[in-house]
C-alpha cells in the first residue's frame, strides 16, 4: 500500500516543481528515480515526501469550494450596475 501512496505524492508533486528550492528538486529528483525504479522510499526520503506534499499541494475542503461556488454564482447583476 505504500508504494501506492509513493506513486501518488510523486505524480501529484510534479506540477510543483517550479516552486521548489534547488535542494527539494534535487531531493525530488531522487525520489522520482527510485519511485520509477519501483523502488519504495526510506523512511528519510518518506518523510520529506509527505513534507513537500503538504507544504505544496493545497487541497480545498468541499465547504471552501462550494462557498466561492455562491459567492461567484450570487448576485451577477450587482457587478454589472456599479460600472
Known amino acids: ?32 528515480k527510485r519511485d520509477k525504479d519501483e523502488e519504495e522510499l526510506d523512511q528519510i526520503a518518506w518523510s ?10 493545497v487541497r480545498k475542503s468541499k465547504q471552501e469550494i462550494e462557498e466561492l461556488f455562491r459567492k461567484m454564482s450570487s448576485n451577477p447583476n450587482q457587478e454589472k450596475g456599479n460600472g
Do not use: C
Not at 506540477?15 to 531531493?27: F, Q, R
Open 1 to 32: 500500500m505504500r508504494i501506492l501512496d509513493q506513486h501518488k505524492l510523486v505524480r501529484e508533486l510534479k506540477d510543483y516543481v517550479g516552486k521548489m528550492t534547488s535542494a527539494e528538486k534535487y531531493d525530488f529528483e531522487m525520489m522520482q
Open 48 to 57: 520529506k515526501l509527505e513534507a513537500l506534499h503538504k507544504r505544496l499541494v
